[in-house]
């Protein structure tokens, strides 16, 4: 019998995260979401028969594992709620805005032993994953500067953006909270934890709202020096990773679904391109990864450890930039 599986929120990533569930033929779905006109549209659209109108009444029958899609403030108090309930979880990023309940959640995790992964889809991504490897055999040698630069129109994508979670920080809004920690969080995975920043953010250009939209960041993973740079207001849609390593630079291309390298002078890049690559593809791959970890134990593709600390270092950001000064990241 496949696990049920409850989508809690059905927004735009929800909505994305149960088409794609439903992709894997691995799940018995429902839905949970509180404005009544999209849980409907929604449980039409993809034939779902289980749907509820709150957690309390999702709660009462509890589903084997449930995937959080709610804004981000309300991610922490939901998993408490759910794991008290014995639910497997796979909790949206950022894992929150605070550090409010996040140890305790680590801890009732352990003590009920509950399968947990915080959705950093670009995990998910081959190119990004065949590149850690590389780095992680140590192809190109010792990592010792990483250099991100990203950004992308998010009114084209995003045309609500004034009216959803993303106009106030509170609940997880602005550049840093809602696009920079996926691009921590791959750095991070890819030359591991950043030990100290410094950041300088502002609000340059979206019209309706006063959170940032572009931020620069410098940070130290350990010996490695790391620059990310980042805004939301740009014509070309692109996330680029350079890991310079002390016998090559491999990169990233997340616009064009490639990973290069380059290890001689003047020489062409190599690359590995997976051009067929569909956005429901990373979250068809994260949805199977998920229920891997819950069937056959397979370890999560993120853990709650490891957003917490992308928490922590998205926080020290957010701190750092009001007073532009450097931060220590606690481990
Ligand atoms: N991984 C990604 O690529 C990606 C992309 C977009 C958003 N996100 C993250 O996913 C989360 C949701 O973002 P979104 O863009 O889907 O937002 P959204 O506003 O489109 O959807 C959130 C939904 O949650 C519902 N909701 C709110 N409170 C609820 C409650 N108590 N019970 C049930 N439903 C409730 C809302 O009614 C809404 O429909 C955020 O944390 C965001 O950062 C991740």
Known sequence: ??????????????ERHLRCFAAT???????????SELRERIA?????????????????????????ATPAHLHVPMARRLVAADVHLLIEKPLSTTFEGVASLQKEVAQRKRHVSV?????????????????????????????????QHFPTYRPAYRDIYYANRQ?????????????????????GPVRRLVADCDHCVLPGVDVEDTVHLLARHDSVMASYSLNQHQAPNEVVLSVHCEQGTCRFEG???????????????????????????L???????????????????????????????????LESSEGRRWKEISP
């Open 255 to 281: 616009h064009r679904h490639r990973w290069m390298w380059m290890t001689q002078p003047d020489t062409p890049w190599q690359s590995e391109s997976f051009d067929t690559l569909q956005r429901d593809d």
């Open 25 to 35: 033929g691995r799940a018995q779905l429902s839905i949970c979401e509180v404005n």
């Open 171 to 191: 609940t997880g809004g602005g550049a840093i909270q809602d696009a920079l920690t996926h691009i921590l969080n791959a750095g991070q995975w890819l030359i």
């Open 44 to 68: 039409r659209r993809y034939d779902v028969e289980s749907v509820y109108p709150d957690l309390d009444a999702a709660l009462e029958d509890p589903p084997d594992a449930a995937v959080i």
């Open 283 to 317: 979250f068809v791959r994260q949805a199977h990864a998920f229920l891997d970890q819950l069937e056959q134990g397979a370890p999560p593709a993120c853990t709650l450890e490891e957003a917490s600390h992308t928490l922590r270092v998205a926080l020290a950001a």
């Open 1 to 14: 019998m496949n696990p049920r599986v409850l989508i809690i929120g059905v927004g735009s990533i929800g």
């Open 119 to 151: 959705a950093y889809v670009y995990r998910q991504h081959p190119a990004l994953q065949a590149m850690r490897a590389a780095i992680a055999e140590g192809r190109f040698g010792r990592p010792v500067q990483l250099v991100a630069v990203c950004g």
